[in-house]
């Protein structure tokens, strides 16, 4: 697909990274899969892939986490 930001990007499948912070709570997830643009690196996930990694984000933040990277993986 083409990247809503830049001009001239086309999507591929691939893997990035992704910062969510939240009042003290920062979780970083490394090996996302999505649609990465080749031009500007712009990201794009799926709902599943968000549902996922916001549920586990908030989970963290529930339990007071302030920093926590880790790998995504498919099962939560």
């Given at each position: 697909?083409?990247?809503?930001?830049?001009?001239?990007?086309?999507?591929?499948?691939?893997?990035?990274?992704?910062?969510?912070?939240?009042?003290g709570t920062t979780m970083v997830f490394?090996?996302?899969?999505?649609?990465?643009?080749?031009?500007?690196?712009?990201?794009?996930?799926?709902?599943?892939?968000?549902?996922?990694?916001?549920?586990?984000?908030?989970?963290?933040?529930?339990?007071?986490i302030a920093v926590e990277v880790r790998?995504?993986q498919k099962a939560a």
């Amino acid at each position: 697909m083409k990247c809503v930001f830049c001009p001239t990007g086309q999507t591929r499948p691939g893997v990035s990274s992704v910062t969510l912070e939240r009042a003290g709570t920062t979780m970083v997830f490394k090996g996302v899969p999505g649609e990465v643009c080749d031009t500007c690196g712009e990201a794009y996930y799926t709902e599943d892939v968000t549902d996922l990694i916001l549920k586990q984000a908030e989970r963290a933040y529930q339990e007071g986490i302030a920093v926590e990277v880790r790998s995504y993986q498919k099962a939560a």
